[in-house]
C-alpha cells in the first residue's frame, strides 16, 4: 500500500497567516493527489484535485503543488472558516489512502 | 447532487451491519460511489468502490471477504454490508461519489466529490 505522511500533524496560526502543508507518498504517485478539508462532525470536502486543480467553488486562497512523492498545499491567507483537519488523498494505486491528517487551529 | 444516508446503529461482536447511501440529483448509473470509514481521530479508510451502472464492486484487501457492496437501480440507492464486526469497526462510514464519470469494464478513479453525512456505526457487547 501507498502511504502517505503529513507534516506537520498540526498548527496554530493567525488570521490571514500563510499555512503550508506537505504530504509525501512513499512511491511516485504522478499528480494523483487530492486534497479534502474536514471541519469538525462534518464529512470531507474536496478542496484540489490531480495535485494542483481547483475545485469548483473552492476559495483561491488555496492551492497544490507536486508531483511525483513530494506535495504541497498552501493556505494564501488563514480564515476562521480554515479551522479544521486537512487530507492528502493517493489515488495511483489501490487501495486508495488518506494521509494522517493535519490539524488546522486558529491562535 | 446530494447522498442521504441511514442513521446510527449499534451491534454486538460478530453481528452485521447494512449501511444505506441514497443519491438524487444526478443519473444514479453514471458515477462510482466509494464507502470509506473513519474511526475517531484517524484519517479515513477507503473500504471499496462501487459501480452502479454494472453492479460490481472492488474491495480493499483489508476488508475483503467481510464486505458487500450493493444497488437498488429503482431507488437510486446503495448499499455497504460489513459482516463479522469487532470492536474495532467502531467508526463513521462514509459513501462518497466519484467525480469520474463510469467507463465501463474497469474501474477508473479520480476525486470524491460529493460525500453523504456519514453513519456512525457502534460495535459493542
Known amino acids: 500500500d501507498i502511504r502517505l505522511t503529513q507534516s506537520p500533524a498540526s498548527l496554530s496560526a493567525s488570521v490571514g497567516d500563510r499555512v503550508t502543508i506537505t504530504c509525501r507518498a512513499t512511491?511516485?504517485?504522478?499528480?494523483?493527489l487530492n486534497w479534502y478539508r474536514q471541519k469538525p462532525g462534518k464529512a470531507p470536502e474536496v478542496l484540489i484535485y490531480?495535485?494542483?486543480n481547483l475545485e469548483t467553488g473552492v476559495p483561491s486562497r488555496f492551492s497544490g503543488t507536486g508531483s511525483g512523492t513530494d506535495f504541497t498545499l498552501t493556505i494564501s491567507s488563514l480564515q476562521p472558516e480554515d479551522v479544521a483537519t486537512y487530507y492528502c488523498?493517493?489515488?495511483?494505486?489501490?487501495?486508495?489512502?488518506f494521509g494522517g491528517g493535519t490539524k488546522v487551529e486558529m491562535k | 447532487v446530494q447522498l442521504e444516508q441511514s442513521g446510527a446503529e449499534v451491534r454486538k461482536p460478530g453481528a452485521s451491519v447494512k449501511v444505506s447511501c441514497k443519491a438524487s440529483?444526478?443519473?444514479?448509473?453514471?458515477?462510482?460511489i466509494h464507502w470509506a470509514r473513519q474511526a475517531p481521530g484517524q484519517g479515513p479508510e477507503w473500504m471499496g468502490i462501487?459501480?452502479?451502472?454494472?453492479?460490481?464492486?472492488a474491495y480493499s484487501q483489508r476488508f475483503q471477504g467481510r464486505v458487500t457492496m450493493t444497488s437498488d437501480t429503482s431507488t437510486g440507492t446503495v448499499y455497504m454490508e460489513l459482516r463479522s464486526l469487532r470492536s474495532d469497526d467502531s467508526a463513521v462510514y462514509y459513501c462518497?461519489?466519484?467525480?469520474?464519470?463510469?467507463?465501463?469494464?474497469?474501474?477508473?478513479?479520480?476525486?470524491?466529490?460529493?460525500w453523504g453525512e456519514g453513519t456512525t456505526v457502534t460495535v459493542s457487547s
Open positions: 462518497a461519489r466519484d467525480r469520474q464519470v463510469i467507463v465501463s469494464g474497469d474501474f477508473y478513479y479520480n476525486f470524491m466529490d460529493v
Open positions: 440529483g444526478y443519473t444514479f448509473t453514471s458515477h462510482y
Open positions: 462501487f459501480d452502479p451502472s454494472a453492479g460490481t464492486a
Open positions: 512511491k511516485d504517485i504522478n499528480k494523483y
Open positions: 490531480d495535485a494542483s
Open positions: 488523498q493517493q489515488f495511483d494505486n489501490v487501495p486508495l489512502t
